[in-house]
């Protein structure tokens, strides 16, 4: 009955693409992880698979694996889930798979990916998502679904089928043929929240109890709106202000993706996001000191 489904592969096993892949496997979605080593592979086959917890409860599900060192059949749909600096090499070291004029959905966060893989493969069709679904990853090969959300997909002619296809379970995605304002929206959230609570080690919600913070946060806002008009975007930057802080108020014990990042002394994806904000920002002659000092100070951090 599902033989007619699509097979994808997911390349970035992490939190979100380990929770694509657990729900993909329970709804019959035809899907292959794809480990960066052979070596990961082995430790994967020893673990038996993903432990899921997906509402509530962990079970382990054998899910397919590939070795990103192997050969394979050709590759003709790509879940990328990558951070997104790590995106490029990723695609590279699978290249060779990838069929011509492959589907690629980004689902990630920031923004620059798209143009750097179509500079290596100028034949793929890249599609964006964006998602507000939340997980982690207690340990290698380990998820858990910590916060219903809601995916958009969209970039090119085929969102619909391809939005249908990555509906698994309560991971629902919907087309959406706008999604440069979800984009370019959920970019100014990550440019106003991420580097701040990284650089004040804080939680999310505590970016509103520190006045200094605060002022740096309308700051960024205010320069990501001088941009709006530029963009030929329609309103996409209308109550954005509002929105930057119900995000920061919905999720204000959460440590973001950012903070974690130099906590553990990972390269954090601030050149996808401050960054791809003050790249345009210079195209169009708008200067932005409050998001270049940011980004200057996030990347002198250890470790970026
Ligand atoms: P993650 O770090 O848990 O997962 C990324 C995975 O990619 C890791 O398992 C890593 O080993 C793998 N990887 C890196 N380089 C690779 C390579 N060369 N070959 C194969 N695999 C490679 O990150 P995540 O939390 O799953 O986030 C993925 C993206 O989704 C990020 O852009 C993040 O900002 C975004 N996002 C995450 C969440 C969330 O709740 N986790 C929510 C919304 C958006
Ligand atoms: O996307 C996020 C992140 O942490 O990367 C926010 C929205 C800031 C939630 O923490």
Redesign the pocket.
């Known amino acids: 009955m599902t033989s007619h489904r699509s097979h994808w592969h997911i390349?970035?096993?992490?939190?979100?693409?380990?929770l694509w892949a657990s729900y993909a496997v329970k709804h019959d979605l035809p899907t292959t992880l794809?480990?960066?080593s052979d070596e990961r592979l082995s430790q994967f086959k020893m673990a038996g698979g993903i432990l899921a917890t997906l509402a509530g409860s962990a079970e382990l599900l054998p899910l397919a694996a590939e070795s990103?060192e192997q050969n394979g059949p050709p590759i003709a749909r790509l879940l990328l889930?990558?951070?997104?600096p790590?995106s490029l090499?990723?695609v590279a070291?699978i290249s060779p798979r990838l069929a011509s004029g492959a589907c690629v959905v980004l689902?990630?966060?920031?923004l620059g990916v798209r143009e750097e893989l179509l500079k290596l493969r100028p034949d793929l069709q890249c599609y964006h998502a964006v998602?507000?679904?939340?997980?982690?990853?207690p340990a290698p090969f380990q998820v858990v679904h910590?916060?219903r959300g809601r995916t958009l997909l969209g970039g090119g002619s085929n969102d619909k089928a391809l939005a249908r296809e990555l509906s698994v379970g309560p991971l629902v995605v919907t087309p959406d043929p706008n999604i440069e304002q979800a984009l370019w929206r959920k970019l100014i959230i990550n440019c106003a929240i991420n580097p701040l609570t990284a650089l004040y080690r804080c939680r999310n919600g505590e970016l509103l109890d520190n006045p200094q913070a605060l002022q740096q946060l309308h700051g960024v806002i205010d320069e990501a709106l001088c941009l709006a008009p530029h963009l030929q975007l329609g309103d996409v930057f209308d109550g954005l202000r509002e929105q930057v802080l119900d995000v920061v108020a919905n999720t204000a014990l959460n440590r973001s993706?950012m903070l974690q990042d130099i906590e553990s002394g990972?390269r954090s994806?601030i050149d996808y996001i401050t960054g791809y904000l003050c790249r345009v920002a210079e195209q169009h002659g708008i200067a932005m000191p409050i998001n270049r000092q940011l980004l200057e100070q996030l990347k002198a951090l250890p470790g970026q």
């Open positions: 390349l970035g096993a992490g939190a979100i693409g380990s794809l480990l960066r990103c889930t990558t951070k997104a790590d090499s990723a070291s689902l990630q966060n920031g998602t507000t679904e939340g997980a982690f990853r910590a916060g993706s990972r994806e």
